[in-house]
């Protein structure tokens, strides 16, 4: 199943965690890697209802202030990826915000890699192929593949194994910012 597939099937949980996945993934840019450790609880099978709402908003808090080295388009995505969050688990926004943020974190990975333009991420999200895309990029999308089927198959147990597809995703982000770093410097 492609990745438009598999949002557009996800439940409510599925979308949430998809959405923060791609963020966490990005999260180095914002400066801080465990800014959303308290989201991710928030997901958790026994966490009350309102969390969500709660600890967002800590976030946004949080990494509102977080100092960035320089605010290029990726910092800006994954801003804009943290402002979208809805607050209310709905369906529907978190839909449309699981979407977003696969985009966003798509270009992210993109511009990371010094690809000219977005041309082929529309085909390769609805079609699953990721011939002629660049290896960060293609690895970005299968992570994204991966969150959803993984959550797809084993419901609210698949959290860990999404924060780990993230966390490792997080790190293949930091050494693609160290190469952009060395390679800009």
């Known amino acids: 199943m492609s990745l438009v597939e598999l949002i557009a099937q996800a439940d409510e949980r599925g979308l949430a965690v998809s959405g923060l996945a791609c963020l966490d993934r990005c999260v180095p840019l914002l400066g801080d890697d465990e800014a959303l450790r308290p989201l991710w609880a928030s997901l958790a099978e026994d966490a009350a209802a309102g969390d969500w709402?709660?600890?967002?908003?800590?976030?946004r808090g949080k990494l509102d202030g977080a100092e960035t080295s320089g605010e290029d388009e990726t910092v800006t995505l994954a801003r804009r990826m943290l402002a979208a969050a809805p607050a209310e688990r709905s369906a529907a926004a978190l839909r449309e915000w699981a979407d977003g943020c696969s985009v966003a974190?798509?270009?992210?990975?993109?511009?990371?890699?010094?690809?000219?333009?977005?041309?082929?991420?529309?085909?390769?999200?609805?079609?699953g192929r990721t011939d002629g895309l660049s290896p960060l990029l293609?690895?970005?999308?299968?992570?994204?593949?991966?969150?959803?089927?993984?959550?797809?198959?084993?419901?609210?147990?698949?959290?860990?194994?999404?924060?780990?597809?993230?966390?490792?995703?997080?790190?293949?982000?930091?050494?693609?910012?160290?190469?952009?770093?060395?390679?800009?410097?």
């Open 105 to 127: 974190a798509l270009r992210i990975h993109r511009l990371l890699d010094g690809a000219a333009d977005d041309s082929g991420l529309d085909r390769a999200r609805g079609d």
């Open 138 to 185: 293609a690895a970005e999308l299968r992570r994204q593949t991966t969150v959803l089927e993984l959550l797809a198959a084993h419901g609210p147990t698949a959290l860990r194994g999404a924060l780990e597809v993230s966390t490792e995703g997080r790190r293949v982000l930091r050494a693609a910012m160290s190469r952009r770093s060395r390679r800009d410097g």
């Open 53 to 59: 709402a709660e600890r967002l908003e800590q976030t």
